[in-house]
């Protein structure tokens, strides 16, 4: 079964304190894996598509990674700004939806 | 200036009562979505409509039965609520089946 898996769970850092979230799947075939931010009481935003082991996408102080199993969110130098829920989701092949994890809670203190 | 919207944006209702949600995208995608947030985050996909034909049909009770009258709206309408049915809707569009989604603001449905 085709199965999103994110950590931690919750996050806090100090501003400045650069860290990683980690998304771990299992699909029968990736067609892509997806970044989103999540903001409270609003709805998830795109970040990042990332289609095969060994790509990587940047925007500002995030960068995403993939290897055959995982992917990370590494947060550089985080700003309060970057408090949210980051989402993680893959499409498998043969399936138009998305599987999403249930997400990381990242709070940046100043 | 708003890509994906939902009216309305809470709802408050007695179980057994049948409700709407109605959503529009000024985006010109063809694909629009039907998401279900639970109270722990978990975000599902529930229906997904291309060019108005129904192409995702999740495990969904069928009290649940979404419409798309045109390519710019997709509706879903909710029979005999039950307590269970309360989480955060949300209503997303792409342009053909795809991952990259845009999603509007939800609407929080409360049964009492």
């Known amino acids: 079964e085709d199965q999103v898996t994110q950590s931690p769970e919750a996050l806090r850092l100090q501003e400045g304190e650069s860290s990683s979230l980690n998304c771990s799947y299992t699909?029968?075939?990736?067609?892509?894996l997806f970044w989103y931010r999540q903001d409270p009481g609003k709805g998830p935003e795109f970040l990042f598509t990332?289609?095969?082991a060994g790509e990587e996408k940047e925007k500002e102080r995030l960068k995403a990674t993939l290897t055959k199993k995982e992917s990370f969110l590494h947060i550089t130098a985080p700003k309060p700004e970057d408090s949210a829920t980051y989402l993680c989701?893959?499409?498998?092949?043969?399936?138009?939806?998305?599987?999403f994890g249930t997400g990381t809670r990242l709070q940046v203190f100043p | 200036d708003t890509a994906v919207s939902q009216t309305p944006k809470y709802l408050v209702t007695q179980m057994g009562n049948d409700k709407s949600i109605k959503c529009e995208q000024n985006?010109?995608?063809?694909?629009m979505y039907w998401y279900k947030q639970d109270s722990k985050k978990f975000l599902k996909i529930m229906f997904s409509?291309?060019?108005?034909?129904?192409?995702i049909n999740e495990t969904v009770p069928n009290r649940f039965s979404p419409k798309s009258p045109d390519k710019a709206h997709l509706n879903l309408h909710i029979n005999s609520l039950e307590l269970g049915d309360s989480a955060v809707y949300f209503c997303?569009?792409?342009?053909?089946?795809?991952?990259?989604?845009?999603f509007g603001p939800g609407t929080r449905l409360t049964v009492l």
């Open positions: 990332l289609y095969s």
């Open positions: 409509y291309n060019n108005k034909e129904l192409i």
């Open positions: 985006l010109g995608h063809d694909t």
């Open positions: 997303a569009s792409s342009q053909g089946p795809s991952g990259l989604q845009f």
């Open positions: 989701a893959v499409q498998a092949p043969n399936t138009d939806k998305l599987i």
């Open positions: 699909v029968s075939g990736l067609r892509g």
